[in-house]
């Protein structure tokens, strides 16, 4: 058993209307040190993979498949043991 890690950000080239008012409300609470902030996703997957390079294929498989609009959307993944 596997552990699959997602993390998923907007493409730079994409507009981040949360992040953007996250932004904003930490500039009225007199954070002025941020500078832009981005919001993206974090998704974990179990895996019952043979070895963790199967895991890690299958964890790419799925988020081609479902969990990452490649459109819009950039990921990375990491693989643990379960």
């Known amino acids: 058993m596997f552990i699959g890690k997602v993390k998923i950000t907007l493409k730079s080239s994409v507009l981040d209307p ?7 409300v930490l500039h009225d609470m007199g954070e002025d040190l941020v500078k ?8 974990e997957v179990k895996i019952d993979s043979e ?4 895991a890690k294929e299958d964890l ?14 950039t990921y990375s993944t990491e693989i643990v043991k379960g």
Do not use: F, M, P
């Open 60 to 73: 790419d498989r799925l988020c081609q498949k479902l969990l990452v609009n490649q459109v819009i959307e």
């Open 36 to 43: 832009d902030v981005r919001i993206g996703k974090y998704i």
């Open 51 to 54: 070895n963790e390079a199967k």
């Open 18 to 24: 949360q992040g953007s008012t996250v932004k904003k």
